[in-house]
């Protein structure tokens, strides 16, 4: 759900491709899946493909025999022999209905929240914590709370717009123009939830930003 989200841009289609379920084997060498559970899981991707606006491309319909790979040989709806996995019964349901429900997908709402990501932070050396912090707000929304949600990275912050409520996930490095869009959006009446320190420009320089609004405040190592 999060890879989805994150690579949407607006009024663009989106293809999440190659999505399929490897093989994965246990320490003995024993399948780690059974074929219902590849089957359930491979169902889990597209429908979260299909929630998001986006298209899937199931990789692959016939499996392969002739590759050297283990992990890719395993990967299809068909065995080598012809007959059908559990995964072709997800397939061509998913298709029936996206086939019958075409009428629904036009004119797609706006979700009413949006989670603001922190390229600065992102793309740093401690991008695994700025990852977590976003899937860790989409899980909330989503899963929890069943709020849909969009992702707007801070290049972006000017297709904002006004959503209900707008989530800066623990950005600890933010870039100034970013930081302005967002005090332009709350002034405007918008809601902000910041769930961690964003007093770092994207330099890693301190900013001071909530001595702003009053706050003696300033950012501390915890470690």
Not at 12 to 37: K, N, Y
Not at 103 to 117: K, L, Q, R, S
Request: some cysteine; aromatic content about 6%.
């Amino acid at each position: 759900l999060w890879d989805s989200l994150v690579a949407k841009v607006p009024d663009e289609p989106m293809l999440v491709q190659e999505t399929g379920i490897q093989r994965a084997l246990g320490i003995d060498g024993s399948p780690r899946r059974s074929q219902e559970q590849a089957a359930a899981l491979l169902n889990r991707k597209l429908t979260m493909a299909l929630a998001t606006g986006a298209g899937a491309s199931q990789w692959l319909w016939n499996t392969n025999a002739y590759m050297n790979d283990d992990n890719e040989v395993a990967i299809g709806a068909l065995r080598v022999d012809g007959t059908e996995k559990p995964q072709e019964l997800v397939l061509s349901r998913l298709a029936q209905f996206a086939r019958a429900s075409a009428g629904y997908f036009e004119h797609p709402e706006e979700p009413p929240v949006a989670i603001v990501t922190s390229q600065a932070f992102q793309y740093s050396a401690l991008n695994a914590l700025a990852i977590e912090a976003q899937q860790k707000a989409v899980r909330a929304l989503e899963y929890s709370c069943r709020v849909e949600s969009r992702v707007v990275p801070e290049n972006r912050i000017g297709q904002l717009g006004h959503p209900r409520l707008t989530i800066l996930p623990s950005p600890m490095a933010l870039g100034d123009a970013a930081w302005k869009g967002l005090l332009e959006y709350v002034k405007a009446g918008g809601n902000l939830l910041i769930t961690g320190s964003m007093e770092r420009d994207e330099e890693g320089h301190v900013t001071n930003r909530l001595a702003a609004f009053g706050a003696a405040a300033r950012p501390v190592s915890l470690g």
